[in-house]
């Protein structure tokens, strides 16, 4: 045991030189996006006002490469590559013939996967001129990632932070405004999105659906000197994180294994993309068979019992609509939930997968997430963030089931963030403060009923 290995690491010059773009290989294309009032599927121009141009073509492109810039590569080599890691003692700890490896983003100077696509689309906004970004922001993964992109490619970035978030994580803030950027609580009264919310109550602790109406409204009224950026959701945004899952199949590789199965949490669903997607292209295109495993919350389960539907991005209905898995717009989750993952929609990317049979979901409680989470600290030393908790648990049913079946399964997963920032999540769940949430079947019945009136283009006539 003394020489086994643990850790497989590559050199700088190992760093992918270009994203994979997964829309070269979908057996069936995306469905389009529509245009919130006339329900035509949206051009370049309709997008033009809140992205760059470069990032409208990746969002559509059916290249199945895009080479990454110089520029961002030389960020990503204060991080990257990533390690991967096998997760040696907690295999011992179960007692489990299975091989557990992760992939660990939380040495991202952000502490997450975030970084990765932050870096880019700073880059190309700063290439096209624009004068300064506008983002929400949940925990506060996001917001930290883009001010340190936007630190190093030289942006002035305005970020709208989740209420709640933004009493209950001050130091996120504080990171945030030391990298230059200003932080809004939202709602807040600097736009009239927030405005209007907050006039109908004043106490909403807020949502990301929130902050993205008012971010969204900012750059949209800014008469184009302002852009804004998104963290996750987007097509561009989980084709920036495939870098990670390139690394993962060299690093495996190195590890004479190939995974079984591939296993992440999903709120928007980048950072499983990052890790997925490559192995979904081994799959598509050379005979691999690797199951992919999305985990996602129980108090927010949009893939296991949301509706595959058009829905709008944000709280207020501004965005383009999206077809996607939703647990409609207005969804705010509840106040005992301590792990993340909060958006009431996914990638498109994802729900395609998903949709497709190419993906596997499954929606796990905080209870369990939180369980999870001490016994792989306990055994690996790391603080894993809540949202790839959700991932750990999934990981240990996984490998439960082998130990049952004596069956020795090859496991990766993705560690995309350290949750030192997330310790009153922990302190909740030690004092025994963390209940299971079902979320209510009658609020997912009711956000059905106010989906919007869409034509899917691509429902079968
Ligand atoms: C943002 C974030 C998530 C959720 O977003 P995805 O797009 O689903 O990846 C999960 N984990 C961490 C650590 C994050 O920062």
Redesign the pocket.
């Known amino acids: 045991m003394t020489d086994a290995i643990t850790r497989y690491d590559l050199p700088q010059t190992a760093i992918p030189r270009r994203w994979y773009n997964i829309q070269a290989d979908l057996p069936r294309p995306l469905p389009p996006v529509l245009h919130p009032g006339t329900h035509a599927p949206v051009g370049p121009d309709d997008l033009a006002p809140l992205f760059p141009m470069a990032l409208i073509g990746q969002e559509v492109s059916r290249e199945r490469y895009i080479d990454i810039p110089e520029e961002v590569r030389e960020i990503y080599k204060l991080w990257r590559p990533t390690p991967l890691i096998r997760a040696r003692r907690l295999e011992k700890a179960l007692g489990t013939p299975a091989h557990i490896y992760y992939k660990y983003?939380g040495v991202s100077p952000s502490?997450?996967?975030?970084l990765n696509t932050a870096v880019a689309q700073a880059f190309y906004n700063k290439a096209e001129g624009v004068q300064g970004l506008t983002t929400e922001t949940?925990?506060g993964?996001?917001g930290t990632a883009l001010s340190i992109a936007c630190n190093f490619i030289g942006l002035p970035l305005e970020v709208f932070m989740v209420r709640v978030s933004f009493q209950q994580k001050p130091y996120r803030r504080v990171i945030m405004q030391s990298f230059g950027s200003s932080v809004h609580p939202s709602p807040s009264e600097a736009t009239d999105a927030g405005k209007a919310i907050l006039a109908q109550d004043p106490d909403t602790t807020g949502s990301l659906g929130i902050a993205i109406s008012e971010a969204v409204e900012v750059a949209a009224k800014s008469g184009g000197s302002k852009k804004y950026a998104l963290?996750?959701?987007l097509n561009h945004?989980l084709m920036h994180q495939t870098v990670i899952g390139q690394e993962a199949l060299q690093q495996m590789e190195i590890a004479g294994e190939y995974p079984d199965v591939v296993i992440?949490?999903?709120?928007?669903?980048?950072?499983?993309a990052?890790i997925a997607l490559p192995f979904v292209h081994q799959n598509l295109t050379n005979g691999k068979k690797t199951r992919i495993l999305a985990a996602e919350p129980a108090a927010c389960p949009s893939l296991t019992r949301g509706v595959y539907a058009y829905d709008f991005g944000d709280a207020i209905g501004m965005t383009p609509l999206v077809k996607m898995y939703t647990l409609g717009r207005r969804f705010i989750p509840p106040p005992v939930h301590a792990g993340?993952?909060r958006?009431h929609g996914m990638?498109s990317v994802i729900c395609e997968l998903y949709d497709q049979g190419l993906m596997e979901a499954i929606a796990i409680g905080q209870v369990e997430t939180f369980q999870a989470a001490t016994q792989f600290l306990r055994a690996e030393g790391i603080v894993p963030?809540p949202?790839?908790s959700h991932a750990i648990a999934a990981v240990i049913r996984e490998a439960l089931a082998a130990k049952e079946s004596g069956e020795k399964k090859v496991i990766l997963f993705h560690l995309?963030?350290h949750g030192h920032f997330d310790m009153t999540a922990y302190e909740a769940y030690l004092a025994g403060k963390l209940n299971d949430y079902e979320y209510p079947q009658e609020l997912i019945e009711a956000a059905m009923a106010e989906l919007p009136k869409v034509e899917d283009p691509t429902a079968a006539s």
């Open positions: 983003e502490g997450s996967h975030k949940g925990a993964q996001w963290g996750s959701v945004v992440a949490c999903a709120g928007g669903g980048s950072n499983l990052g993340g993952l958006y990638a963030a949202e790839p995309c963030g």
